[in-house]
């Protein structure tokens, strides 16, 4: 399948070696998908008041659909911490009972970003 002369592959064997490098990423690509989705969580109650407008999703990721926004001096009344995607997010559960995520500081490799509001 190699040529030593021109040091080409032939189409064959490349054709061979990109449907097996596809089939490992396809196979992995869901266990990468787990990771970046998976966050950490613990219940804590309380209440944040946001300094700024805040956007309010339907998933603790910003690739949540964007579902209502906090003003500043409003109250979110929350039971559940999450930290991942780059954020800690507050879950609280709208009138609707819908779970609803607000971010209130980032989180990058174990550092904490600033508070964006004030918690009780």
Do not use: Q
């Not at 054709?15 to 998976?38: A, G, T």
């Amino acid at each position: 399948m190699y040529n030593k002369k021109s040091k080409k592959l032939k189409k064959e064997e490349y054709e061979w070696r990109f449907k097996s490098f596809w089939k490992w990423f396809e196979s992995y690509k869901e266990i990468w998908r787990i990771k970046i989705r998976s966050l950490e969580s613990y219940p804590e109650t309380g209440t944040f008041i946001p300094n700024d407008a805040i956007i309010v999703r339907d998933k603790p990721s910003t690739k949540g659909n964007r579902v209502a926004t906090y003003y500043p001096e409003e109250e979110v009344h929350y039971h559940t911490v999450y930290i991942g995607n780059g954020y800690v997010w507050l879950e609280y559960t709208s009138y609707s009972g819908e779970r609803r995520y607000v971010p209130c500081r980032t989180y990058e490799n174990g550092i904490y970003g600033a508070l964006w509001g004030s918690l009780s």
